[in-house]
C-alpha cells in the first residue's frame, strides 16, 4: 500500500512527538499506540511550587524545561503550589515581581494555559490579596479564593476533583512569627476545614486530588506537618483520596502512607537537602518539577530535573498505591 508524501509526514510527526512526549510521561507511549494518538490523550497538567526568584537558581532552567514538557504533552494548565515570590510574596497586583519573576520567566508560548495557584507562607509575608486582586484582570493566573475546588471531566463518565488548599493559617506556628502572624491571624481555619470536610464527602469524582503548599509527611527540610497529620490526613484516608500534592521542602519526593500517595514538587528554584523515611518511595535534592497524566484506572506521574532528565517515574492505579 502506497502512502503519499503527506501521509508519511504526518505519520513522523507524530512518532517523533510521541518520542518526545514519552520523555516527560513514560508509559503514556504504550497508551497512545493503543488508541492511535500522541500520548497526551490523557488529562495531563505540570504541577510544581517554591520559584520565584527573578528567573535566578534554577528558575529559569525549570522554565524551559517545564515548556518542551507543556508542549509534548498538551497539559491542560499548570499548579503552582505556594512560595510564588521569594523572599516576602508581593506588595500589590502591580508589584514589579509579576514581570520578574513571573511573565518574564514563564513566557514561553507552551506556558500561556491557566495556572491554578495557591499561597504559601512566603507569600503570607507579604499582601496574598494582591494575588487574588491579580488573578480578576490576568486569566493565566487562577485564584478565585485561597481555597478552592475545581471539577475537570477526563474521560464520558470520569471526573476528577482537584481541592486546592491553604495550608499556611493551619500550621500554629506562623501564629507567632513575625512576618506571617497578622496575615494569618485574618483567616478562619474551621471555616477551611469545614468546607474541606463538606467538600469531600459530596464528590462523586472516580479520582480526588489535594493540593496544599505544606507537606504532611517528608524527608525534607521542613519534614512533617503534625497540624495535617491531625486535621487533614484522617480525611484524606477516610474518603479515598489518591493524591496529594505539595511543595515547601525544596526538593522532588514521591511518600506513601497507607493508599495515600505523598508527592512533593518544591523544587522550581532553589533546593535544599533531603532524606529517606519510613514513608519514602522516592527522594531527590533536584531543582525540577512534576508531569501528571490523569486517565479513567490511573495516573502517570513524572518527576523531571531543570536539565530535562527524568528522575523518577510512577503509576498510580485509581484504586491503589504507586506501583
Given at each position: ?7 508519511f ?11 518526545v512526549?514519552?520523555r516527560?510521561?513514560?508509559?503514556g ?7 492511535g ?24 532552567e ?5 515548556a518542551?514538557?507543556?508542549?509534548a504533552?498538551?497539559?491542560?494548565f ?14 500589590s ?9 513571573f ?7 507552551a506556558l500561556?494555559?491557566?495556572w ?6 512566603h507569600?503570607y509575608?507579604?499582601?496574598?490579596d ?17 481555597y ?6 477526563i ?17 500554629t506556628?506562623?501564629?507567632?512569627s ?19 470536610k ?32 491531625e486535621?487533614?490526613?484522617p480525611?484524606?484516608?477516610?474518603h479515598k ?22 508527592f ?18 522516592f ?7 512534576t508531569?501528571?497524566?490523569?486517565q ?28
Open positions: 500500500m502506497k502512502h503519499t508524501r503527506r501521509e509526514v504526518r505519520t513522523l510527526f507524530v512518532a517523533t512527538q510521541a518520542a512526549a514519552a516527560f510521561l513514560p508509559g507511549l504504550f497508551a497512545a499506540e493503543e488508541a494518538t500522541l500520548p497526551g490523550s490523557g488529562f495531563n497538567f505540570i504541577i510544581f511550587g517554591d520559584w520565584g526568584r527573578n528567573g535566578e537558581s534554577d528558575q529559569s525549570v522554565a524551559a524545561q517545564m518542551l514538557a507543556a508542549k504533552t498538551g497539559a491542560r499548570i499548579v503552582s503550589v505556594g512560595d510564588n515570590f521569594y523572599e516576602d510574596g508581593v506588595a497586583a502591580d508589584d514589579p515581581q509579576w514581570k520578574t519573576s511573565e518574564n520567566v514563564y513566557r514561553d508560548p500561556q494555559i491557566p491554578q495557584v495557591i499561597l504559601g507562607n507569600d509575608h507579604g499582601n496574598c494582591a494575588q487574588l486582586e491579580y488573578a480578576r484582570n490576568h486569566p493565566r493566573w487562577n485564584m478565585p479564593a485561597r478552592f475546588l475545581q471539577t475537570h471531566h474521560d464520558t463518565g470520569v471526573a476528577a476533583d482537584f481541592f486546592y488548599l491553604d495550608t499556611t493559617p493551619m500550621v506556628s506562623y501564629w507567632s513575625g512576618k506571617t502572624s497578622a496575615h494569618v491571624a485574618t483567616q478562619d481555619v474551621k471555616k477551611q476545614l469545614g468546607w474541606f463538606d467538600a469531600l464527602a459530596a464528590s462523586q469524582a472516580r479520582w480526588k486530588i489535594v493540593i496544599g503548599h505544606h507537606p504532611i509527611y517528608s524527608g525534607g527540610e521542613h519534614g512533617d506537618t503534625p497540624e495535617l497529620i486535621n487533614i490526613l480525611l484524606l484516608h477516610e483520596v489518591q493524591a496529594w500534592f505539595n511543595g515547601h521542602d525544596h526538593d522532588l519526593q514521591h511518600l506513601v502512607a497507607g493508599n495515600l500517595n505523598l512533593c514538587s518544591g523544587a522550581g528554584s532553589q533546593v535544599r537537602p533531603t532524606k529517606d523515611t519510613v514513608h519514602t518511595k527522594a531527590q535534592s533536584r531543582s525540577g518539577f508531569t501528571v497524566s490523569l479513567p484506572d490511573r495516573m502517570l506521574v513524572s518527576m523531571t530535573d531543570n536539565h530535562g532528565q527524568i528522575l523518577y517515574s510512577t503509576t498510580v492505579p485509581a484504586g491503589a498505591v504507586a506501583g
